[in-house]
């Protein structure tokens, strides 16, 4: 398959859906990028009251964790991937089924939007038990992801004809990473959807009285590691079949994105048990292992690193720089017209920090001392609010002006990232610092930790905090900014032809696939190594946990002393 495609013509139907898709989700980003605000003021004592715009802290940080971390990401994915395949296989997409998985999102989503605003769905993100959500919220979320399974089963048709259409070629990387991306996530779902399904929804419907949090909380990592991979990988997409050619070069080598992307289907999943490493009742054994397997998922990272350099420096080169480094000089960082290059270099500069304090939580002694402390979310968002969110930003820029054939205001577009990667270096810092003091997580510390009257005050947590409150407000000022070019070019003037295209790199090594060629052998080995990692935890959660427990509402803590919970002997 030549990788010298040009612009195709749009359907028309492709495009309603995918404006819808990138559209909605941007709107309601404005509450989630409002909530992380909020959040550094509420956090830093700048406003000590229990709800700020209505909001409660738990329901706005429920809000914020839902809509930017699986709203905005899960509705990009599936955007990107109908219109990515479509392009690279040079297929039309049933737009039915597309359609289907679209309202399903689009309902899941309203119903679990509307119970977190009316105060009965403040679960964080991470719903676990024994906080307690209305049946409509977990349905909302099951919804929600059958959606997304639709969406991905609707694209595996089409490549299978394409595979039977096109013997012995090798498929485009492009398509190649987003089915990683969808496979990742058809597995990992499903025993969260078991969770959902058969814990969550008959405990919260009163079928059941209590319900078994360890089991839960495994069950919902097995998927919640694996999820931030979902994440990561249609920005590692990006990075390898775009980044190169926006830089003015070309892929360094095209096995390597192959090769990583295949580790990725291996490694993801087998690894969640890293965020239980505080939790008894799994033993140390298994916890090491899956530590290891963690640090394994490093390696990916770092093929995509050296690869990734090794095309820039080509493009650097290609636009007639010498000498060892001043390649880094020639690239094209601050071209208005090119300013998808900026979203996806920054996000690879922030991802660096990312990737290093996410191997100091992958180490087993070492995450005892930053556990449930502000380190976590400082390292998160140099992760999913870095290089993931600003490609995924920049993406559906791109895409709206590509399919619209409406003018960016190419200069603000391109300040986002800059002010972005400034915001969140203070911002992560501040979290990341005052997580080593000791500063919780989770917490609306101005009614506690940084309120003088209170006998908790800490006032040593000041200059962190404060770093927090002004590294967040950089980054709202930067997504006012963005939404300005979105939505400004969104309901703007149409000046160009609709096309849909994707800026797709040439490879400068163009290896044949070899056993990267097909996915069956990785899939398996997948399931393999999960059987392997999880079978013993699950019996170690099974045998440790005699008791269920009820559930459990934050505002009404003194309901514990009248239940039934912990039994009397
Ligand atoms: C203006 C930009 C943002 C600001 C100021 C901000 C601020 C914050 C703060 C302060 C917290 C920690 C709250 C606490 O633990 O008490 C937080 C949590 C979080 N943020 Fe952000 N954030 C921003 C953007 C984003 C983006 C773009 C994403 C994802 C795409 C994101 C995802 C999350 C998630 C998943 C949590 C964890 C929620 C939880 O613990 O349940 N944030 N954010
Ligand atoms: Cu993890």
Aim: hydrophobic share 50%; proline share 6%.
């Amino acid at each position: 398959m030549s990788l010298r495609q040009t612009a195709m013509s749009l359907d028309r139907g492709l495009k309603r859906l995918t404006l819808i898709q990138l559209a909605v989700p941007m709107a309601l980003l404005i509450v989630g990028i409002g909530g992380g605000l909020l959040q550094t003021l509420m956090r830093a004592g700048i406003i000590k009251s229990p709800s700020a715009l209505g909001l409660e802290y738990y329901q706005g940080l429920t809000l914020h964790g839902i809509i930017n971390a699986i709203v905005f990401t899960t509705f990009f994915a599936v955007a990107f991937g109908n219109a990515l395949v479509s392009y690279s296989l040079r297929v039309a997409i049933n737009l039915k089924i597309a359609w289907l998985a679209n309202w399903l999102m689009l309902v899941g989503t309203v119903m679990v939007a509307a119970m977190v605003f009316a105060g009965e769905g403040s679960v964080l993100y991470t719903f676990y038990p024994p906080l307690k959500a209305h049946p409509v919220f977990y349905a909302g979320l099951a919804l929600f992801v059958v959606g997304s399974w639709v969406a991905f089963w609707n694209w595996i048709p089409l490549y299978l004809q394409w595979r039977r259409e096109h013997p012995g070629q090798k498929t485009p990387l492009a398509v190649v990473g987003i089915f990683t991306t969808f496979i990742v996530w058809q597995i990992c779902t499903v025993p969260v959807a078991y969770e959902v399904i058969v814990l969550l929804l008959p405990w919260s419907l009163g079928w059941t009285d209590t319900i078994n949090i360890e089991f839960a909380r495994t069950l919902f990592w097995f998927f919640g590691h694996p999820l931030v991979y979902f994440w990561l990988l249609p920005a590692y997409v990006m990075f390898y079949t775009m980044l190169p050619k926006l830089a003015g070069g070309k892929l360094f080598s095209d096995r390597a994105g192959r090769l990583a992307l295949m580790i990725f289907i291996i490694l993801s999943i087998p690894v969640g048990a890293h965020h239980q490493f505080a939790e008894p009742g799994i033993g140390a054994q298994w916890k090491l292992l899956h530590s290891f397997l963690t640090l394994g998922v490093t390696i990916p990272s770092f093929i995509t690193a050296f690869t990734m350099a090794a095309s820039l420096e080509y493009a650097g080169r290609q636009r007639g720089a010498k000498g060892l480094l001043n390649w880094f000089g020639k690239l094209p960082y601050f071209q208005a017209d090119n300013y998808m290059f900026a979203y996806l270099f920054v996000g690879l500069v922030i991802f660096f920090f990312g990737g290093i304090t996410g191997i100091i939580n992958a180490s087993y002694n070492l995450n005892n001392v930053v556990h449930n402390t502000a380190w976590m979310p400082g390292h998160f968002h140099m992760t999913v609010a870095g290089p993931v969110f600003l490609a995924f930003i920049g993406m559906s820029l791109y895409m709206v002006q590509k399919m619209t054939g409406k003018k960016i205001k190419g200069k603000l577009a391109l300040a986002v990232p800059y002010l972005w990667m400034i915001g969140i270096a203070i911002f992560s810092t501040g979290l990341m610092r005052g997580g080593l003091h000791g500063e919780p997580r989770r917490t609306n510390m101005g009614l506690t930790y940084l309120n003088p009257e209170s006998s908790l005050y800490q006032p040593e947590w000041k200059l962190w905090v404060m770093m927090t409150a002004i590294g967040g407000t950089i980054m709202f000022l930067a997504m006012v900014i963005y939404f300005a070019v979105f939505f400004g070019a969104l309901f703007g003037k149409k000046t160009e032809e609709e096309v849909l295209e994707f800026p797709l790199s040439e490879a400068y090594h163009d290896e044949k696939p070899g056993i990267f060629a097909n996915f069956k052998p990785w899939v398996i080995a997948a399931i393999i190594l999960i059987v392997v990692s999880y079978t013993p935890v699950l019996i170690d959660v099974m045998r440790s946990t005699a008791y269920t427990a009820p559930p459990y509402d934050p505002h009404v803590p003194s309901q514990l002393a009248s239940s039934s919970f912990p039994p009397t002997w």
